[in-house]
């Protein structure tokens, strides 16, 4: 079992960054793939990003490809968003989730633990 915790969530401008990070506590992040999700009101929770366990592997969103950027952190069981270029549309509720399966996923129901999430927004 594992537990993650969010956080770097905030108000931003569009066109601005933000960091996101999830921390990992109970088994060792680096035997989980690692995904970030998010949810805005009245939608579904998207796919953002995914990463392997090594990191060598990453998958992205179109709708976020080359603005956001996952890394991840064994040593300190952290996994990274690096979101930038902003958009008033990437406002939601983002979440990292765990996988233990080995494949770098895109749909929410491959993954077995979840964070709480944190809030970005981003205004216009």
């Known amino acids: 079992q594992v537990q993650l915790v969010e956080s770097g969530g905030g108000l931003v401008q569009a066109g601005g960054s933000l960091r996101l990070s999830c921390t990992a506590s109970?088994?060792?992040?680096?035997?989980?793939?690692m995904g970030w999700f998010r949810q805005a009101p009245g939608r579904e929770r998207e796919f953002v990003a995914g990463?392997?366990?090594?990191?060598?592997?990453?998958n992205y969103a179109d709708s976020v490809k080359g603005r956001f950027t996952i890394s991840r952190d064994n040593s300190k069981n952290t996994v990274y968003l690096q979101m930038n270029s902003l958009k008033p549309e990437d406002t939601a509720v983002y979440s990292c989730?765990?996988?233990?399966?080995?494949?770098?996923?895109?749909?929410?129901?491959?993954?077995?633990?979840w964070g709480q999430g944190t809030q970005v927004t981003v205004s216009s």
């Open positions: 989730a765990a996988d233990d399966s080995g494949g770098v996923y895109r749909t929410a129901s491959s993954y077995d633990f």
């Open positions: 109970g088994r060792t992040s680096s035997t989980y793939t």
């Open positions: 990463i392997s366990r090594s990191g060598r592997i990453t």
